[in-house]
Every structure is written in C-alpha cells, then in structure tokens.
C-alpha cells in the first residue's frame, strides 16, 4: 500500500543533508513510470511540509524536526 513508504521515507529524510526528490523516489525503489506512488510521495511530503519537519529547498528536502 501507499502508507507503506510513509515510515521509509521519514528514515531516508532524517540522514544528514539534502535529498532531491529523485533520489528519495530511487531509494524508495519507485520506478519513473509509476505515477500514483509518485504522487503519493510527492502528497507526503507535502504533508511533512505542512507540519513543519521538512522543508524544500532548491537543493532538495531537509529535515528540520
């Protein structure tokens, strides 16, 4: 399910640095051509935003919980 790559993706964002969106979607293992999983990733972070734990720079995501 798509709630699976919530708890992942928290894991790949809490390492040190930046993380461009496609390297998370690559260690999230989702393909280019998978669109809903994108969008579901895509809606997460959003969301992650949205809280305050991260935010989206020019370089990419950074955790700042």
């Given at each position: 399910?798509?709630r699976?790559?919530?708890?992942?993706?928290?894991?790949?964002?809490?390492?040190?640095?930046?993380?461009?969106?496609e390297?998370?979607?690559s260690?999230?293992?989702?393909?280019?051509?998978?669109?809903?999983?994108?969008?579901?990733?895509?809606?997460?972070?959003?969301?992650?935003?949205?809280?305050?734990?991260?935010?989206?720079?020019?370089?990419?995501?950074?955790?700042?919980?």
């Amino acid at each position: 399910g798509v709630r699976s790559y919530d708890k992942q993706l928290i894991e790949i964002l809490k390492q040190p640095g930046t993380h461009t969106s496609e390297e998370l979607l690559s260690r999230l293992g989702i393909k280019p051509k998978e669109q809903e999983a994108i969008k579901a990733v895509s809606v997460q972070l959003e969301n992650l935003e949205g809280y305050g734990l991260v935010r989206s720079s020019r370089r990419g995501w950074i955790w700042i919980a």
